[in-house]
């Protein structure tokens, strides 16, 4: 009887201490810091996101494998699908992250009718910080954010000057133009077609596009009928720019295209029957030496960086950490207070690979200019001036010729 008894009450130690043990793990794991990603999985750029999400989970596995981060706190990632174009799902997206996963920041949204959706809806009423690597409306500039909107990708105003250069020093003086019928469409549309004409540009028809359609053979026809040669189409990669391409190249109706930066993707290559040799294109980036650190970093953790914004994704998490060190805590709150201080001069320049060092350094009490992956600087507003790539469909694969 005694003997049962000890076994009896050993059993009961064991069972004791392995319900203590589960319990202390879910409370570290519910004490994590959730940060929420939030990006097209689906829809007209779901061959981009994939890399975009993989490289701001980059920054917050790098932060926490550094243990620097609040006295060794570990970040949590969440995802989520903005679908790119559908703003009540991406808004229920955002909720989802907001008021039931309790994220600390959201590095997103992407596409930036979505985004803007998000902002004013959901993120700035809860005062939750959003950075996001790669909505670039013009409109965005100038959104009620009450400070808790960022952006690492530049304003279309800019790309819109940037391309409509592009064009020019290469010698075209007339193009048609269509674009997808969102806010990202128009801003980029109004934008090129303004720097365009100022100099000295003719823009012989600018129509917009729907997104989700089989068939573009009577947009296309539409545009042939202005007499341009070059085509400018301002849309997404695997969406209605596409199906723009394929339609001109099915009825041989333009010798030349130009694209902006939702249509820079090996997928739109990989994905059209035809020749695309000779397409040019913008899109952000640079040739600074936090670009060639980043690429180094993604390689050694078995990742490509070589993509549309992801050096973008990477520098938005990382921002976001950094302004809770800054501020001591997690708190939504904090982020926002913090990220501008982070982000800019006075302080040391911190780049990719290089987290840890600028954790440690705010923990100490100094500061950090955070330069990143693309030269980290942001306006009073909260987003990047930012340069460009100028690329050229070369041997079936995108390549860069310039930086702007």
Do not use: W
Not at 59 to 75: D, M, Q, T
Not at 108 to 126: E, H, K, L, M, Q
Not at 255 to 262: E, I, L, N, Y
Not at 377 to 386: H, I, K, P, S, Y
């Amino acid at each position: 009887m005694q003997n049962r008894n000890l076994l009896l009450i050993l059993a009961v130690l064991i069972i004791a201490g392995a319900v203590y043990f589960m319990t202390a793990e879910q409370q570290k794991k519910d004490q994590d810091i959730k940060m929420g990603v939030i990006l097209g999985f689906t829809g007209p750029i779901e061959s981009l996101t994939p890399g975009m999400a993989d490289s701001a989970e980059l920054a917050f596995a790098e932060v926490s494998e550094s243990g620097a981060l609040l006295g060794g706190a570990k970040i949590t990632p969440l995802r989520a699908d903005s679908t790119c174009v559908d703003a009540a799902a991406a808004t229920a997206a955002a909720e989802r992250l907001i008021t039931s996963d309790n994220v600390a920041g959201i590095m997103g949204a992407d596409c930036s009718g979505v985004t803007t959706a998000v902002a004013n809806n959901v993120a700035v009423p809860n005062g939750v910080v959003m950075v996001s690597p790669s909505a670039t409306s013009p409109a965005l500039t100038t959104i009620d954010d009450k400070g808790y909107f960022f952006r690492t990708a530049p304003s279309d105003a800019r790309q819109g000057e940037v391309l409509a250069a592009v064009l020019k020093d290469r010698g075209i003086s007339e193009v048609a133009v269509t674009y997808t019928n969102n806010d990202y469409g128009k801003g980029f549309a109004d934008a090129f077609v303004a720097a365009f004409e100022a100099a000295g540009g003719s823009v012989s028809v600018t129509t917009s596009h729907e997104e989700g359609k089989g068939d573009y053979a009577a947009e296309v026809g539409a545009l042939a009928a202005s007499g341009s040669d070059t085509l400018v189409v301002l849309g997404y990669s695997d969406g209605g720019g596409r199906g723009i391409i394929q339609a001109s190249l099915d009825a041989d109706s333009f010798q030349q295209f130009a694209v902006g930066d939702g249509m820079i993707s090996q997928a739109l290559i990989d994905g059209i029957s035809g020749d695309l040799t000779g397409l040019i294109g913008t899109l952000p980036g640079s040739d600074a030496a936090g670009a060639k650190m980043f690429l180094d970093l993604a390689a050694s953790k078995g990742k490509d960086g070589d993509g549309p914004y992801r050096a973008e994704s990477y520098d938005a998490a990382a921002l976001m950490m950094l302004a809770m060190q800054a501020g001591g805590n997690a708190e939504r709150e904090t982020v926002a207070k913090n990220l501008m201080a982070v982000a800019n001069a006075p302080g040391t320049e911190i780049f990719p690979g290089e987290l840890a060092k600028g954790l440690k350094i705010l923990a100490d009490g100094g500061q950090v200019n955070y330069q990143g992956a693309t030269n980290v600087e942001l306006t009073d507003v909260g987003e990047a001036a930012g340069s460009y790539k100028e690329l050229e469909v070369k041997n079936n694969k995108f390549e860069t010729v310039s930086i702007r």
